[in-house]
């Protein structure tokens, strides 16, 4: 579960000044940092959520979905892993309760210990600004609320680079390429920090399903929002031809995927 400490130093609504979220800083969960490098935040009656998260939230999805909740955001982020999210709740007194990664509620019956937070105006703005300073964690938002997404980015080229990242992705499954696999789901510069008989164990997870890999994958259509995009494909699996969509993340300047289905 994820265990919260934080320290809530300020926090404000305001008129958006920009749509834009903006996010700065480290966050630490039991020791552990991540830098957070996302957050969105919505209404669900009169409680206020934000989310933060150490990767890109699929706003693809989320738009997809027609709605902003704790639902949406947990099943859209494909809580694997390597990926951290928190999901921060906001009741009309200004309290907070954390929840963890995969929606148990850790906190809910003792507010206290996530420190009687209150806020410093109405939850009944446009945008959330927040700043949270405790031990090593450093953590700063600006984000805009919202219930409603509207379909991000702007069509792309079915050739374009993220969509090359995800034909290479696929082609590198069916042929039982575990390296190239790895490096084209993950940021560059990932440190796989599993022991050895774990990675031992993943490879050979990997070409066990080698056979019911997808091949003579063909991109539909990109969209493409700034270090993010999605991808529309189809193709070729042992039962049939699903079609599928990709989340295509680029990180110093080199395109990956960070989560890919077929159905």
């Known amino acids: 579960m994820l265990r919260m400490a934080a320290v809530l130093l300020a926090i404000t609504l305001s008129t958006p000044v920009h749509a834009a ?63 951290s999210t928190a999901i921060f709740e906001l009741d009309p007194n200004g309290e907070f309760r954390a929840f963890d990664s995969a929606g148990t509620p850790d906190l809910e019956d003792d507010r206290n210990q996530v420190g009687g937070w209150r806020l410093m105006a ?67 510069g990932h440190q796989d920090l599993r022991s050895p008989e774990k990675i031992a164990e993943h490879r050979e997870q990997f070409q066990h399903w080698r056979p019911f890999a997808m091949s003579h994958a063909v991109v539909e259509r990109v969209r493409i929002d700034g270090d993010s995009a999605e991808v529309v494909f189809h193709g070729k699996v042992i039962s049939g031809s699903p079609s599928g969509r990709a989340f295509v993340v680029r990180t110093d300047g080199l395109w990956w995927v960070q989560h890919h289905t077929a159905r």
């Not at 979220?21 to 020791?31: L, Y």
């Not at 738009?63 to 704790?70: H, I, L, Q, R, T």
């Not at 703005?125 to 964690?137: I, L």
């Not at 792309?156 to 696999?181: C, H, I, M, V």
């Open 21 to 83: 979220s903006v996010v700065t800083g480290a966050f630490f969960d039991a020791g552990r940092p991540w830098k957070v490098l996302d957050a969105i935040a919505w209404r669900e009656g009169n409680k206020l959520f934000v989310a933060i998260s150490d990767y890109r939230l699929d706003r693809f999805a989320i738009a997809d979905a027609g709605v902003v909740n704790k639902k949406i955001i947990r099943d859209t982020h494909q809580m694997r892993h390597r990926y």
């Open 122 to 188: 109405p939850v009944d703005g446009d945008r959330v600004q927040a700043t949270w300073r405790y031990a090593r964690s450093n953590l700063s938002i600006d984000v805009p609320i919202t219930n409603v997404l509207a379909p991000p980015g702007s069509p792309a080229a079915n050739d374009s680079a993220p969509a090359k990242a995800l034909l290479a992705l696929l082609e590198a499954r069916s042929k039982g390429d575990y390296e190239t696999a790895m490096k084209l789901s993950a940021p560059p």
